[in-house]
């Protein structure tokens, strides 16, 4: 990737529901969760995650991201897909953007982001971002 933009986040909204869930095993459930974004990165978010909570409460999760906004001053959207992990209190995902579902301003972006944090009122990122 040719580009970097430091961005900070805040989760505004967190909707989680139950779908299946085994007597003494797993559960699966569902989050639909809002964000907002600041810095290189200036919008919103708005991920649903499909997640499988272990018995010992240890997770693994994936979901998709709608973000409306503008990267470094070109406006548009795009859309994140998330994998990952919850264990001990942190999670661990990667986030990249799906191929084809850049608009406006932002067709082309291909990027990704590491992410790895506890519980915090706001999240700072690296994400690395190339157009094609």
Same mark, same amino acid.
């Given at each position: 990737?040719?580009?970097?933009? $430091?961005? =900070? %986040?805040?989760?505004?909204?967190?909707?989680?529901?139950?779908?299946?869930?085994?007597?003494?095993?797993?559960?699966?459930?569902?989050?639909?969760? =809002?964000?907002?974004?600041?810095?290189?990165?200036?919008?919103?978010?708005?991920?649903?995650?499909?997640?499988?909570?272990? !018995? *010992?409460?240890? $997770?693994?999760?994936?979901?998709?991201?709608?973000? =409306?906004?503008?990267?470094?001053?070109? !406006?548009?959207? %795009?859309?994140?897909?998330?994998?990952?992990?919850?264990?001990?209190?942190?999670?661990?995902?990667?986030?990249? @953007?799906?191929?084809?579902?850049? =608009?406006?301003?932002?067709?082309?972006?291909?990027?990704? @982001?590491?992410? $790895?944090?506890?519980?915090? *009122?706001?999240? !700072?990122?690296?994400? *690395?971002?190339? %157009?094609?």
């Amino acid at each position: 990737m040719c580009a970097q933009a $430091a961005v =900070t %986040f805040a989760i505004k909204g967190w909707d989680e529901s139950v779908i299946e869930e085994v007597e003494k095993g797993p559960t699966l459930k569902r989050a639909v969760v =809002t964000k907002s974004y600041r810095g290189g990165l200036e919008g919103e978010g708005r991920v649903e995650y499909q997640m499988l909570y272990r !018995s *010992d409460g240890s $997770a693994v999760f994936s979901g998709f991201e709608i973000v =409306t906004g503008s990267l470094d001053g070109k !406006s548009g959207s %795009f859309v994140f897909e998330h994998r990952g992990t919850f264990e001990g209190g942190t999670v661990k995902s990667v986030w990249r @953007v799906v191929p084809g579902s850049a =608009t406006a301003k932002l067709v082309g972006l291909q990027g990704e @982001v590491a992410f $790895a944090a506890g519980h915090q *009122d706001e999240y !700072s990122i690296t994400f *690395d971002y190339d %157009f094609e």
